[in-house]
């Protein structure tokens, strides 16, 4: 079955870095893109980055753009954020999620769990 | 960049109401509306894709309506384990950058 799981959220300072990792299994990794969406506390859900299967387009929200950095390595099914110059609104949940295109439309169909982000002084 | 906006923020409802909940996007997006429900610490979960289309699994007191920039989903005999957050996304763009909206919280009453 389709599995992802993030892994690496931690508590930061301002202006340090993360990296995430999200696991992939159940499926053929370099045949979807992927996306992360975050979760600040008491917000709603926020598209961040996507990378397509191959990892040749990247595309990130506005508010992360030039400070959060998505790669992948299919060989190894693993999913990557690396996070720069941390802010305090980047605290949040970060989900990885597949994506997958069916009949033209397309949709997150699985998610992972989420790894938690802190960034406080 | 396209926005999408939900309403109600939150509404509360009892076991085997019907509920619905509107989503505008601030330009034409056809039918490239998907919605989700998230609940605390679990990951979200898709409903519908395609504005319409039931996702495989999903319950069929779930449906979806809507073209444009306008969007509806509705929620026919809620039950206690519908009681949770729903978020409208929009996949139109070519390039897969989605949005999504700023949620509608459904709670017990």
């Known amino acids: 079955q389709v599995q992802l799981v993030e892994s690496g959220g931690d508590v930061v300072q301002p202006g340090r870095s993360l990296r995430l990792s999200c696991a992939a299994s159940g499926f053929t990794f370099s045949n979807y893109a992927m996306h992360w969406v975050r979760q600040a506390p008491g917000k709603g859900l926020e598209w961040v980055a996507v990378i397509s299967d191959d990892g040749g387009n990247k595309y990130y929200a506005d508010s992360v753009k030039g400070r959060l950095t998505v790669s992948r390595d299919n060989s190894k099914n693993t999913l990557f954020l690396q996070m720069n110059s941390l802010r305090l609104e980047d605290t949040a949940v970060y989900y990885c999620?597949?994506?997958?295109?069916?009949?033209?439309?397309?949709?997150?169909?699985?998610w992972g769990q989420g790894t938690l982000v802190t960034v406080s002084s | 960049d396209i926005q999408m906006t939900q309403s109600p923020s939150s509404l509360s409802a009892s076991v085997g109401d019907t509920v619905t909940i509107t989503c505008r996007s601030s330009?034409?997006?056809?039918?490239?509306l998907n919605w989700y429900h998230h609940k605390p610490g679990k990951a979200p979960k898709l409903l519908i894709y395609a504005a319409s289309s039931l996702q495989s699994g999903v319950p069929s007191r779930f449906s979806g309506s809507g073209s444009g920039t306008d969007f509806t989903l509705t929620i026919t005999n809620l039950q206690p384990e519908d009681f949770a957050t729903y978020y409208c996304q929009q996949s139109y763009t070519t390039r897969l950058i989605f949005t999504f909206g700023p949620g509608t919280k459904v709670d017990i009453k």
């Open positions: 330009q034409f997006i056809s039918n490239y």
């Open positions: 999620a597949r994506d997958i295109r069916q009949g033209g439309y397309d949709f997150n169909d699985y």
